[in-house]
T-cell receptor, first 114, second 111 residues
Framework: EPEVTQTPSHQVTQMGQEVILRCVPI?????FYWYRQILGQKVEFLVS????????KSEIFDDQFSVERPDGSNFTLKIRSTKLEDSAMYFC????????????FGPGTRLTVL | SQQGEEDPQALSIQEGENATMNCSYK?????LQWYRQNSGRGLVHLIL?????REKHSGRLRVTLDTSKKSSSLLITASRAADTASYFC???????????FGRGTSLIVHP
């Protein structure tokens, strides 16, 4: 069964460093998403991406964040200058249709900012 | 106001019993989705129910939606120890379609 994969599973970085989280969505899906979940808190929507551009983003997704689909398979989330409060699980998801459709989530990347 | 809040926060039952979790929301929605999350793992989509639907089934799962009460319920019948997980509802907020997750219900099924 096709699935969304994410790498790395755990990323440790120093405050102020840039990180890139990688995702490989399900191959025939056209919509891609990033969410985060701070430990013990709710899952929060960050951004949705379709046709090589951002279609929706939340207030969390500020200028420190960017997304890219550099090739036909990868979907990346970049955090330019990490802060302590960026420590969280980051989940990638994809769907055939848009936000009104079933999304398939990856296993997540745990980001720890020291 | 919080969209998509589940109750109870925690539920502990014996294997074989049914588990019911509820989700309430405040604004109109296009759809409501239920997810499961095992500890430290990703989200698994369970059921999506659209605003014009009242009930959906998937295996041992039954979801109802009452738009007049702005609430949904997830029923897991004949629970198993493997059903132990956190269960979340996610709603969109009208025109934005951005999903908003609740804090979840932590379900423990004792063998």
């Amino acid at each position: 069964e096709p699935e969304v994969t994410q790498t790395p599973s755990h990323q440790v970085t120093q405050m102020g460093q840039e990180v890139i989280l990688r995702c490989v969505p399900i191959s025939n899906h056209l919509y891609f998403y990033w969410y985060r979940q701070i430990l013990g808190q709710k899952v929060e929507f960050l951004v949705s991406f379709y046709n090589n551009e951002i279609s929706e983003k939340s207030e969390i997704f500020d200028d420190q964040f960017s997304v890219e689909r550099p090739d036909g398979s990868n979907f990346t989330l970049k955090i330019r200058s990490t802060k302590l409060e960026d420590s969280a699980m980051y989940f990638c998801a994809s769907s055939e249709g848009g936000l009104l459709n079933e999304q398939f989530f990856g296993p997540g990347t745990r980001l720890t900012v020291l | 106001s919080q969209q998509g809040e589940e109750d109870p926060q925690a539920l502990s039952i014996q294997e074989g019993e049914n588990a019911t979790m509820n989700c309430s929301y405040k604004t109109s929605i296009n759809n409501l989705q239920w997810y499961r999350q095992n500890s430290g793992r990703g989200l698994v989509h369970l059921i999506l129910i659209r605003s014009n639907e009242r009930e959906k089934h998937s295996g041992r799962l039954r979801v109802t939606l009452d738009t007049s009460k702005k609430s949904s319920s997830l029923l897991i019948t004949a629970s198993r120890a493997a059903d132990t997980a956190s269960y979340f509802c996610a709603t969109d907020e009208g025109g934005s379609y951005i999903p908003t997750f609740g804090r979840g219900t932590s379900l423990i099924v004792h063998p």
